[in-house]
């Protein structure tokens, strides 16, 4: 069971926190995505001025408002780095819908080996996506099947784009833009991989009393997200949360007034809509605030633990998730905080999921043997949109880079002719490469 007990800190919370703890759950460091504060709950050496701009200027005193806005991950094959994925918004005063949106997806760097253990950052906010057109935090990750590296998803705001990005022993890199028959608008919500890694969920309320709900399988080996299915529909107001079972069977989402809790096991997901909880119209007798259902987060212990979107000292708790139907026994105002709490659930990835039982045909993080024979890519220059001719139909990876040497794009290669679409990148000049050779390739992109 969780311990229960108040530690003063200088740091306030909103929406925006992750935290991290060593593998004998001792504290190492933690965010509010203004700032990283070490173990003794001070400001970590060259913690301080993350996500610059207008939005941690205003909030500096309260904490970021972006939900599931950062998540921490250790570096695989190392004991000491440790990786902050974040992202800022900024307020979108221009494009309809005026919200907010993402803006830039940043990494952090953490060596912990640094100033006595309390540990340094050591690269801040070095930038992995520049748009201002992402969707609003929703971060989450799942590890790769070697058991090794990290897969992190990002979508881009009201489209039908997600970024994969993978974290290895080389470092942060973008590995895909996939694009489905339906997108994500954005809004409040958030985002998790089941525990076992087979699926991707994703919760929006890009209005009040309106909701997105997607689903989709997913490949550990390749990132890739397949077999979307989606659930538009609208429904209380504009509040919700969303957990998965620790049997990845149940997912539970939350609509301010309302738990549901759908079958993922089944072949039409949303046809088994089942209602668990009702609000019981609670208000917490120290602050006259009610407590409605808001941001989710299963929990070590195996329970699902539910915020409230207004400040109390209490949690609600879905004591048995892997259970069917009322038989979960949602417990409303069941965890009662040692002090207040305003909307915050941290956000953190399953780390007890080990490598898949089945190996992949290749590790994501290593690189293959050299082969020899000669790459074209054409037109040149580009409109945004390439061909990739290899010679022969061979497995590869093709890389694409910006003039800075930074990893914009890698696509897994297995035909002679491949279409390579990159028409979301802006004019300039790129490199390419073929995992394995040496041989770089100058082409231009003019829309």
């Not at 490598?355 to 082969?371: D, G, L």
Request: net charge neutral.
């Amino acid at each position: 069971p969780p311990a229960n007990y108040f530690q003063y800190t200088d740091m306030n919370f909103n929406d925006d926190i992750a935290i991290i703890s060593d593998t004998s759950g001792q504290l190492l460091f933690y965010t509010n995505g203004i700032y990283i504060a070490d173990k003794t709950h001070q400001p970590m050496l060259n913690g301080t001025g993350l996500n610059p701009g207008k939005e941690a200027d205003k909030n500096i005193k309260y904490g970021y408002i972006n939900c599931q806005g950062a998540i921490i991950l250790p570096q695989p094959n190392s004991t000491n780095l440790y990786y902050l994925i974040h992202s800022s918004i900024h307020f979108d005063l221009v494009d309809a819908p005026k919200t907010y949106k993402g803006e830039k997806l940043y990494y952090s760097l953490i060596d912990m080996s640094k100033n006595d253990g309390k540990g340094e950052v050591i690269e801040k906010n070095k930038v992995l996506l520049d748009s201002k057109k992402l969707d609003a935090g929703k971060i989450t990750a799942c590890r790769h099947a070697n058991g090794k590296d990290w897969w992190i998803i990002v979508a881009d705001f009201d489209t039908k784009n997600f970024n994969t990005f993978l974290l290895s022993k080389k470092g942060m890199e973008i590995k895909e833009k996939q694009i489905f028959n339906f997108g994500q608008r954005g809004g409040l919500g958030q985002a998790f991989f089941t525990p076992d890694g087979t699926k991707y969920v994703r919760f929006n309320a890009p209005y009040i009393y309106q909701t997105d709900l997607s689903v989709f399988d997913f490949d550990r080996c390749t990132g890739k997200l397949s077999n979307q299915q989606y659930l538009e529909s609208q429904d209380t107001i504009y509040s919700l949360g969303m957990a998965i079972s620790p049997n990845s069977k149940y997912l539970y989402a939350s609509y301010y007034t309302k738990i549901y809790q759908y079958d993922l096991e089944s072949k039409d997901i949303f046809s088994t809509k089942d209602t668990v909880a009702v609000y019981d119209g609670f208000i917490d007798p120290d602050f006259g605030f009610s407590t409605p259902f808001y941001l989710s987060q299963l929990a070590p212990d195996g329970k699902i633990y539910i915020s409230s979107n207004n400040t109390t000292r209490y949690l609600h708790v879905i004591q048995e998730p892997d259970k069917k139907g009322k038989a979960c026994n949602v417990e409303q105002h069941g965890f009662k905080l040692a002090k207040n709490n305003y909307t915050t659930m941290p956000n953190f990835p399953n780390f007890r999921l080990g490598a898949a039982v089945n190996p992949c045909n290749s590790v994501a993080s290593e690189e293959v043997e050299k082969v020899k024979y000669e790459v074209k890519i054409y037109p040149n220059p580009s409109d945004g949109n390439l061909i990739f001719d290899n010679g022969v139909a061979i497995n590869t990876t093709l890389y694409i880079y910006d003039v800075s040497g930074k990893v914009i794009l890698s696509q897994n290669i297995s035909d002679k002719l491949t279409p390579i679409n990159i028409s979301y990148l802006s004019n300039g000049l790129y490199y390419c490469r073929v995992l394995g050779e040496e041989n770089i390739i100058k082409f231009t992109i003019i829309h």
